[in-house]
């Protein structure tokens, strides 16, 4: 709805108007918009949960990449942290919903997710992300020895709680889903219409072009 505004907005600026270098821009910006607003229909192709790269390995890695270096960020990286068991939540209502279009992952795939997810829980006293927090909160000088111990307090029952609970309710999910897992056929086989469809698209996207797939 959002990206219907923007057009609406944008289609009311008169392009004859603009400089040629402005009128770039905007033929630009309009090739998005309808892209991201076509794309609307293909909601539920995208896998987020994929073998080896997909959110449940780029989550954990996020918070071993964030950077804390003052008491703000120290704060801000807990925030994000009491925030997973929410974005695990939608994550597994997503995938809730490819499973009743058909689309949801092949077996093979869910075997790998669920090994990703079982690799967390086993650590759940000592998953890595303790010490590298701790070890940012010791670099810190604008915090007192009460403030750090606290830091360190909350993230670990963070991690030992929520976001362990988080990745456990998410296994236990996907788990549920293993019957209706698709079989493992490229989408031009499929039989899928909207999967394939949704592949020709991303295609075209990523050419960054207006040919058609055949002219590809």
Request: overall charge negative; some cysteine; proline content about 3%.
């Amino acid at each position: 709805e959002w990206y219907r505004e923007l057009m609406d907005r944008l289609k009311a600026i008169d392009r004859s108007a603009l400089t040629k270098q402005e009128q770039m821009t905007y033929d630009c910006m309009e090739r998005d918009f309808v892209q991201t607003i076509e794309s609307g229909k293909y909601y539920g192709c995208y896998e987020p949960l994929r073998a080896y790269v997909g959110l449940q390995t780029d989550i954990p890695l996020e918070f071993w990449f964030f950077e804390v270096n003052n008491k703000w960020d120290a704060e801000a990286y807990l925030t994000l942290l009491a925030d997973v068991p929410r974005v695990y939540q939608d994550l597994l209502a997503y995938e809730q919903y490819r499973s009743s279009i058909g689309l949801f992952m092949t077996e093979e795939q869910l075997d790998t997710v669920l090994k990703d997810l079982d690799d967390i829980l086993k650590v759940r006293d000592s998953i890595f992300l303790i010490k590298t927090y701790n070890d940012a909160v010791d670099a810190l000088t604008d915090l007192t020895p009460e403030e750090a111990a606290s830091l360190k307090e909350r993230n670990l029952s963070l991690l030992t709680n929520e976001f362990y609970q988080a990745h456990l309710d998410l296994k236990n999910g996907l788990e549920a889903l293993r019957a209706p897992c698709r079989e493992p056929l490229g989408a031009a086989i499929s039989g899928n219409k909207l999967y394939k469809d949704y592949y020709v698209e991303t295609l075209i996207s990523s050419c960054n072009d207006n040919k058609t797939i055949d002219e590809i």
